[in-house]
Nanobody
Framework: QVPLVESGGGWVQPGGSLRLSCVVS????????MAWHRQAPGKQRELVAH???????NYADSVKGRFTISRDNAKKTVFLHMNDLNAEDTAVYYC????????WGQGTQVTVSS
């Protein structure tokens, strides 16, 4: 088991910004491609962004240009900076490996509404 603790979610108006954080306890963080996933009500969980150990990133088309994923290997933390949020971004956000092979954490709720 690799405990994952996400934080930073909340309510924000359309056009607003949030920064999510995820602390990874244990596991081979430094050699693992990390990712953020999200699950909206009534929908399947989807991959939002991932970052490999060299810092190369990849994004879902729906968030490209608005979200930025980053990592701090010394602190075993992965971040998701989210700008220009809209209602379609409302979901519970989770960090995990790109393929979701670790046990899922509780996630952090992001709600975008006016």
């Amino acid at each position: 088991q690799v405990p994952l603790v996400e934080s930073g979610g909340g309510w924000v108006q359309p056009g607003g910004s949030l920064r999510l954080s995820c602390v990874v306890s244990g596991g081979a963080f430094g050699i693992t491609t990390m990712a953020w996933h999200r699950q909206a009500p009534g929908k399947q969980r989807e991959l939002v962004a991932h970052i490999n150990t060299s810092g190369s990133t990849n994004y879902a088309d729906s968030v490209k240009g608005r979200f930025t994923i980053s990592r701090d290997n010394a602190k075993k933390t992965v971040f998701l900076h989210m700008n220009d949020l809209n209602a379609e971004d409302t979901a519970v956000y989770y960090c995990n490996t790109r393929t979701g092979r670790w046990s899922w954490g509780q996630g952090t709720q992001v709600t975008v509404s006016s």
